[in-house]
């Protein structure tokens, strides 16, 4: 996480027994974010913009850097489970979720349990499934520059991700290692995917979904977004030109257009 | 004091710049395997080790990687079980079992199966893989540590509880458990750690009272390990001596300078050790502990020439395979003067080696001979040889001399502290001056 200022506080708040920390920021209704797989980037252009508009509250996932880890969380769907008990009794159901490649299987994963907890879900290439064709980048065994490298489709056009990553220091090195363990911890094997999400995607009703995808995505192949859409009854998809598996960095204006119509329909 | 023998069994006819182009042994494809080769270089090395015992070492030491040319011993206990049928009185050092990625139930009878047709020559040795078996295996890396605790307090009741019984924990799950194999040694085989100073390891090795093998690390770190492994001995009320600690030394002896010279530098062959794995799959996700990843790094950087010997960029396709040899050239002559490297006639290894034995004071040494791609068997044979008849006599001379206790000698863990409850000195004044 880069330093730069932020508009929005920490705050720490018990879930059963355990302790989860997250950033809320902006006014407005709110919306959920869940970050993804290299832990939370900063304040991006993107949640300052959406702040003006929404309340964003950011959980900072258990073990990526800033939550304590949570022994008993051993795979996704057990973390999914945690943040709907955190919901529940913030009161905060049904909401809005945003999440992101890690963050995104994580709200699809609630999803399935309870739809009705959201009242909108974007979902930005998320991992959780099998891509039909091609393999997920492995983040396990690659250096986590050249991930982020290849993480955009340009990383010369996306100088948010240098703004952002420019010159991780130790601090910065030491959270990935975090995020990066936890991640393992979370979807070592399969790898980044559960073999039963597809089925149970589409058991999914009434809940009004948009999945966004950069066609050059270098970490999970777009091909994948078929899949949530297929299964999915009545998911939007929004493939953008030109960008890789971040767009909310990338094609920052363009995501943002896309995600604020679908975030005010009905 | 132990004396013992070691080579990495390579697969030694691969193309060097493969290695070199790929930044690492691990990752090299096996295309350039050919089983024919691989069965030649199998009963070479098992060759080897046979004549080791017959020339008196006390220890005939294996390893195991998977996936990687390194090492051919994917399946050390193969190579354990023809060993313990092929030789009579050496101990058979398996340093060690991968524990996390192997299935602790089968572990426990192989062992207890190379214990028995050895009658009792087996030596144990756990270690958590290096980072690249994780991958290999497909391993969970995050849970490595636990899953090791897990499966070596696992194996230990399935040697010693009667069965059948179950089995649930956290890793590993078993509804019978009742292995019609034990161990020859009663109650367990005698266990020895070996390492490369991870902290962690070394404080769990000396809670148990597990002699700890540092493998070819640099002296200083070593040294301070052992002081590490002392203190928490003292807190575990005993004294460490001799015999709680073994080392690993590269070493290659040539009937001439000349010809030791030109031997040596086979351990430099593709990058040497070093080019084991590149960092990304030496340390997947999870592997190791913040703190364990700073000390490794110190181990592997040479402190008198500030070389590191641990690969530490990450790797780029576009490989100059000359310049990278060159950079390993480079290296040969701190590692020589550093004694990483021991490379002579007898009679000018033999006060390195005693400055090596003076300073960091082990009760067991395994001399890891002559090693690389083009090594001939008959180099290998000529420089056990010239180690078995002149080197060893005069290394138990001096291990008499220093007190170096070997295992067998004095029960480790068994020595008790001074009344004052501090303990003694366990490593030597050379280093400590040098510190």
């Known amino acids: ?266 | 004091m132990h004396i013992g023998t070691f080579t990495e069994r390579p697969y030694a006819s691969l193309a060097e710049n493969e290695v070199y182009r790929n930044a690492s042994f691990f990752g090299v494809s096996n295309k350039h395997f050919d089983p024919k080769v691989g069965a030649e270089l199998y009963h070479r090395y098992l060759d080897q080790f046979v004549y080791a015992e017959e020339l008196g070492f006390d220890v005939l030491m294996l390893n195991e990687h998977h996936a990687n040319p390194f090492t051919m011993g994917a399946v050390m206990d193969v190579e354990a079980a023809i060993l313990a049928s092929r030789t009579k009185r050496a101990k058979i050092a398996l340093m060690g079992n991968p524990l996390p990625v192997t299935d602790p139930l089968r572990l426990a009878e192989e062992l207890a199966m190379i214990d028995m047709i050895s009658r009792g020559r087996l030596v144990a040795g756990w270690v958590r893989g290096a980072g690249s078996e994780q991958i290999a295996n497909n391993i969970n890396p995050s849970y490595n540590r636990e899953r090791f605790n897990e499966a070596h307090d696992f194996i230990q009741q399935a040697w010693t509880r009667d069965g059948p019984w179950r089995y649930e924990g956290k890793h590993y799950h078993y509804r019978h458990v009742n292995p019609w194999q034990k161990p020859y040694q009663q109650p367990v085989p005698e266990c020895w750690i070996p390492g490369l100073v991870s902290p962690e390891t070394v404080i769990w090795c000396a809670q148990h009272r597990y002699p700890y093998l540092a493998l070819a690390t640099f002296l200083e770190p070593t040294v301070e390990m052992w002081d590490m492994y002392a203190d928490e001995a003292e807190r575990q009320g005993y004294q460490a001596g001799p015999e709680n600690f073994g080392y690993l030394q590269k070493i290659v002896v040539a009937e001439t300078e000349e010809k030791a010279q030109e031997l040596g530098h086979a351990w430099l062959y593709g990058g040497g050790q070093p080019a084991f794995a590149r960092p990304e799959w030496m340390f997947p996700s999870g592997y190791n502990s913040k703190a364990a990843t700073a000390r490794l790094a110190k181990a592997f950087t040479n402190p008198e020439t500030g070389d590191v010997a641990l690969a530490t960029v990450s790797y780029s396709e576009n490989v100059d395979v000359e310049a990278a040899k060159k950079a390993t050239l480079a290296t040969y002559k701190g590692f020589q003067d550093s004694n990483q490297f021991i490379i002579g006639t007898p009679k000018s290894v033999l006060p390195k080696l005693r400055h090596v034995m003076e300073t960091i004071r082990p009760g067991i040494m395994i001399l890891w001979h002559i090693e690389g791609g083009p090594i001939t068997q008959e180099d290998a044979l000529t420089s056990l040889r010239l180690l078995g008849t002149q080197v060893l006599p005069e290394m138990r001379k001096y291990a008499k001399e220093l007190g170096l206790t070997s295992p067998d000698e004095v029960k480790p863990g068994s020595r008790p502290l001074p009344a004052s409850g501090k303990r003694l000195p366990v490593v030597g004044q050379i280093s400590r001056a040098a510190q």
């Open chain 1, 1 to 266: 996480m880069a330093v730069m200022e932020m508009s929005a506080r920490e705050k720490s708040v018990q879930v059963g027994g355990d302790t989860l920390k997250y950033l809320e920021g902006g006014s407005g209704a709110p919306l959920l974010v869940l970050h993804g797989e290299l832990g939370f980037p900063g304040w991006t252009d993107a949640y300052e913009q959406l702040s003006k508009s929404r309340k964003l509250i950011i959980p900072l996932h258990p073990g990526f850097g800033v939550s304590n880890r949570i022994d008993w969380i051993m795979n996704i769907r057990d973390q999914a489970c945690f943040y709907s008990r955190f919901l529940q009794e913030q009161s905060l159901t049904p909401i809005d979720v945003l999440g992101f490649s890690l963050g995104g299987w994580m709200a699809a994963e609630m999803a399935v349990n309870n739809a009705a907890q959201f009242a909108h879900m974007a979902l930005v290439a998320p991992f959780g499934v099998r891509p039909p064709s091609g393999e997920i980048r492995d983040l396990f065994a690659t250096p986590t520059q050249n991930y982020l490298d290849a993480s955009v489709a340009d990383p010369v056009g996306a100088p948010e991700l240098s703004k952002l990553y420019g010159e991780p220091g130790p601090k910065q090195y030491e959270m990935w290692e975090d995020a990066r363990a936890e991640a393992a911890r979370l979807a070592w094997v399969p790898y980044m995917f559960n073999p039963s999400l597809p089925r149970l995607l589409e058991g999914i009703k009434g809940l009004p979904t948009l999945v966004v995808w950069g066609k050059d995505d270098r970490v999970i192949p777009a091909s994948t977004a078929e899949v949530f859409v297929k299964a999915i009854k009545g998911a939007q998809l929004e493939l953008l030109d030109k960008c890789g598996h971040m767009p909310e960095i990338e094609k920052k204006d363009a995501f943002l257009a896309r995600l604020n119509t679908f975030l005010a329909s009905r």
